[in-house]
């Protein structure tokens, strides 16, 4: 793993803006860290990036759950766990033999599919179920389901925000909602990740000593984010997540 004494300016430039938007989505656009997760990719080994990335989003977290911890709606993320831990172990069995490329394709035809079946469900359903609602067995099987791929994008590529966005527009969460329950999912999940990472030598002293740099930039894009999504409606707000997922997916397919 390169130190970041052997970054150019303009790569260093490149993550710290990308660590930047790691803060911005934490705290208004969730998905919008596709974006990060590309910039990371670009300037760095495909899989290296993903553990220099790690304790940056777990750094956004924290700003997060600090913002909208009264928000969080802890029946959904029981709901959820269990089956995005064993999308993280599959994740990492499947990071043990996937060369880059597959892990490219992998997570943005995920994505896109979401995605894609997010809008058919919000276009056919003229009212979406609120979050206390969802205890059906369709609602059950939907939650396992986003669950075992949120936990597989988000151990192999860091992108199981899009995913968990999806589940949680789809299941009618309103802004602030879906910020703080967000917030405490990806906190608990990328905080349990760190031990995988590591015995796939993910993270190592050159990945941290970077971390430690770019880390600084997160909070003024938490700021700015937190100062952002008070401007934003629902509808907007809605739409926002669904065209980041679109593009991030869009970005691991063509790179």
């Not at 990371?40 to 977290?61: C, E, K, M, N, Q």
């Amino acid at each position: 793993m390169d130190t970041i004494t052997q970054l150019s300016g303009w790569e260093f430039g490149a993550l710290a803006f990308a660590a930047l938007l790691v803060g911005f989505s934490k705290t208004a656009v969730s998905g919008a860290n596709t974006v990060s997760l590309a910039i990371f990719a670009a300037v760095l080994p495909a899989r290296a990036s993903t553990g220099v990335l790690l304790p940056i989003l777990i750094a956004g977290d924290v700003l997060a759950v600090l913002t909208y911890r009264r928000h969080a709606h802890w029946p959904t993320l029981w709901r959820l766990f269990p089956a995005v831990a064993a999308g993280v172990v599959v994740g990492t069995v499947f990071l043990m033999w996937a060369d880059d490329q597959a892990v490219r394709m992998s997570i943005g035809a995920i994505l896109l599919l979401m995605a894609g079946v997010t809008v058919w469900r919000r276009r056919r359903a003229g009212a979406e179920e609120e979050p206390e609602t969802v205890t059906s067995r369709a609602g059950r099987v939907k939650a396992r389901s986003y669950g075992v791929l949120g936990g597989f994008t988000t151990m192999v590529a860091n992108a199981g925000g899009p995913v968990m966005s999806m589940y949680l527009l789809s299941a009618g969460f309103r802004k602030l909602g879906f910020l703080g329950t967000s917030a405490f999912f990806f906190l608990i999940v990328n905080t349990s990740k760190l031990p995988f990472s590591a015995g796939l030598g993910l993270i190592d002293a050159g990945s941290l000593l970077l971390d430690a740099a770019l880390v600084l930039f997160v909070v003024p894009g938490a700021l700015l984010g937190k100062w952002a999504v008070d401007r934003i409606n629902q509808r907007l707000f809605e739409q926002l997540v669904i065209a980041a997922t679109v593009v991030g997916g869009v970005q691991l397919l063509v790179r």
